[in-house]
């Protein structure tokens, strides 16, 4: 888990933590939203490619 400050309201939460709902790229998601106050920021690249490799070397994608 990593965590992430939102760059808007300073609120710190885990960046695995999905908050968004019906977006058609829920399986490929490169952004993380804050669960206070809504703004969508992009994950660090490097978090990632760490997902695409679980998912790629667990049988996800």
Known sequence: ???MRCSMCGYEY???RRECRGCI?????????CPRC????PMPVRFGVI???K???S???
């Open 1 to 3: 888990m990593m965590e």
């Open 14 to 16: 885990e960046a695995n």
């Open 25 to 33: 790229r829920l399986s490929h998601c490169s952004m993380t939203k």
């Open 38 to 41: 809504g703004y969508e920021e």
């Open 51 to 53: 997902d695409w490799l």
């Open 55 to 57: 998912r790629k070397f």
């Open 59 to 61: 049988g996800g994608e």
